[in-house]
Nanobody
Framework: EVQVVESGGGLVQAGGSLRLSCLGS????????VGWFRQVPGKERESLGC????????HYSFPVKDRVAISSDIAKNTVYLQMNSLKPEDTATYYC??????????????????WGQGAQVTVSS
């Protein structure tokens, strides 16, 4: 069974950094694309970016691309989301998701079949 589980959320001060982890199980990471998303209650889920672990290629959404880095460790079957210069408006539930195949230049959520439960990130001002 394909599963992804997020960890690393919590309370962070504005201006700080955070790294979230997405641990995959039941699938080989290098055959799947993994994406990161976030959602604020009452708003649509927002794509942050995604990675093809077989070659490390990444794609980022324009609004966050200067503050976000996605990386993967195939040996640990884990994908990371590094966020810097955090702002209160970054407060959200962060999700990772995966699908079999490659993400070609974009990471729309409709491509992703398997989703984690989410990790809450709260940025205090």
């Amino acid at each position: 069974e394909v599963q992804v589980v997020e960890s690393g959320g919590g309370l962070v001060q504005a201006g700080g950094s955070l790294r979230l982890s997405c641990l995959g199980s039941g699938f080989p990471l290098d055959e799947y694309a993994v994406g990161w998303f976030r959602q604020v209650p009452g708003k649509e889920r927002e794509s942050l970016g995604c990675i093809n672990s077989h070659d490390g290629s990444t794609h980022y959404s324009f609004p966050v691309k200067d503050r976000v880095a996605i990386s993967s460790d195939i040996a640990k079957n884990t994908v990371y989301l590094q966020m810097n210069s955090l702002k209160p408006e970054d407060t959200a539930t962060y999700y990772c998701a995966t699908f079999y195949g490659r993400a070609w230049g974009r990471c729309p959520e409709e491509l992703f079949d398997y989703w984690g439960q989410g990790a809450q990130v709260t940025v205090s001002s």
